[in-house]
């Protein structure tokens, strides 16, 4: 009654770079295995080839894909479709190879245009984690989540492989992840660029920036503790969320006169989502949330 | 040539919720102790004192103050003026105590007015940090920023106070106050109020919220140890950072259009600064940001 597993797929990857690299050495670690390494710059794709033991074929990316059940792009995102178009007309793409990119904004569909020619389904795998270096990339990537969408056959691969690589895989409708990429937009850009605007106000109040940053550290990983076990409801606290409209209305325009319309924009809109979490809450009334939020207008 | 230590001062706090009480608790734990809990409820209050191995006498505020040296209000924001004023009335201010309270939007002149008619200096103790429960604020106040402001003998106690809880002391000037609490809204509230705007995108998308909540959390980790450890601005990421015009306008204008202002604002103000933060590092041309600026313009 054993449920037969279905054979492994021979995969190229094209552009080992830091996500390429990673997903190598995590499909090693898993039932699957890389078995070409597709590349223009052979002496990078050699070394990165060197980080597995059972190292893949490094060649040319057309004779990369040759023999491919399964080729993995891991490109940069503006060289997703030439990449595609390029092997296309060089004739060796494999009829039938599904094919994966790894863009997070991206829609596997975009390679359809020159891979259909040759019934080759499409998809995309996107993990939610930063790879910093492959080291990282290899530690981080368990226990990520890992979008994935496109055709049926390419989606389901998508699906074997975010398994196999210890990621928490996630089929997305192709036309929803353009949300969910603005999502990652929103909470992972959205904290590098809050902490710069921060470490500017610290610096303009005359705080040494060594210990603006380590504050900041300490209380940003005890709010984003407070939001995991809490959830953002009550983890909110502050003047959106007591619907203080005088600290926000003076804070609002100290920064507009001191600082600059970027840092009282961003001041303004994350406190507008304050208040509409402190409104949808309870905590705040219409008329108090209206309160607070005309205070955060140019006067 | 030993260098002789200020006698102990005697200490009231006002007000013994949870920042109080978590004050008390570390005083306690270091040379400093708290004598007084001064509170209108002494149901609260006693609850508050049984943290305490020598527990504070439990009195109304006025006589909590009448032999305090140092009296800390640890009420909320809107209450520090009133409480302020009604004990100045009630005769129990001792002439020459020094006041401070642990508002982080207000400076210590607002107790001015009531006070200084009996000589008492002013200034106030900021703990960056969050106290959802006692236990919680024990745990978390140590190591954290502590922003002191105030006149000089008021601001040279809570740098002597904020030391004894294990706090990292910080002299601030009262003109710039409000630029650090700012910087502390940004980061903190601003962190809430993006993971609950992510969240709504990835329900939108049609993510299980449990799997969005997890995988949102692990990438916030690794990004706020990015940012620790590489600062912002190698630590940023995404369509910003490399100038990526058209997925900004595309996700812009799908938040817009999907989602209403709030999301789209505050899509747009990350992004503003994200660009900001390129362009300040020599990431993008000025003519690359400027293009992705004008993407991020309502069409």
Redesign the interface.
């Known amino acids: 009654m054993n449920r037969e597993q279905p054979a492994p797929p021979r995969i190229a990857v094209i552009g080992p770079g830091k996500v390429g690299t990673t997903l190598a050495i995590l499909l090693e670690r898993s039932r699957l295995h890389v078995d070409w390494f597709g590349a223009r710059d052979p002496v990078r794709a050699a070394e990165a080839a060197s980080y597995l033991v059972r190292p893949p074929a490094v060649c040319p990316p057309e004779e990369a894909v040759r023999e491919a059940d399964l080729v993995l792009l891991t490109v940069q995102?503006?060289a997703i479709e030439p990449v595609c178009s390029a092997l296309a007309k060089a004739g060796g793409v494999r009829p039938g190879s599904a094919w994966l990119h790894c863009s997070g904004?991206l829609p596997g569909s975009v390679m359809a245009n020159a891979l259909h020619h040759f019934g080759c389904p499409v998809g995309s795998m996107h993990p939610?984690?930063?790879f910093?270096t492959v080291e990282?990339g290899v530690a981080?990537l368990p226990?990520?989540?890992v979008?994935c969408e496109g055709e049926p056959n390419a989606v389901s691969l998508a699906l074997r492989l975010a398994k196999a690589i210890g990621g928490?895989p996630?089929q997305?409708?192709s036309d929803?992840?353009?949300?969910?990429?603005?999502?990652?937009?929103?909470?992972?850009?959205?904290?590098?660029?809050?902490?710069?605007?921060?470490?500017?106000?610290?610096n303009?109040?005359?705080?040494?920036e060594s210990?603006?940053?380590?504050?900041?550290?300490?209380?940003?990983?005890?709010?984003?503790d407070?939001?995991?076990r809490?959830g953002?409801?009550a983890?909110?606290?502050?003047?959106?969320?007591r619907g203080?409209a005088a600290?926000l209305n003076?804070?609002y325009a100290?920064?507009r006169s001191?600082?600059g319309p970027?840092?009282a924009?961003?001041?303004?809109?994350?406190?507008?989502?304050?208040l509409?979490?402190a409104q949808r809450s309870g905590r705040l009334t219409l008329e108090q949330a209206e309160k607070a939020r005309s205070a955060l207008t140019p006067s």
Chains 1, 2 share one sequence.
Do not use: F, W
Not at 179 to 185: E, T
Not at 211 to 224: F, N, P
């Open positions: 995102d503006d904004a939610l984690q930063t910093p990282a981080r226990g990520a989540l979008a928490r996630i997305i409708g929803r992840k353009q949300l969910y990429h603005a999502a990652a937009v929103l909470a992972c850009n959205g904290l590098v660029a809050l902490v710069d605007a921060a470490l500017t106000l610290t303009a109040a005359g705080l040494p210990d603006a940053r380590a504050g900041l550290s300490t209380i940003l990983e005890t709010t984003l407070n939001i995991e809490l953002t409801t983890a909110l606290t502050g003047p959106a969320a203080d600290t003076l804070q100290a920064l001191e600082n970027v840092l924009e961003l001041y303004r809109a994350i406190n507008l989502q304050a509409a979490i």
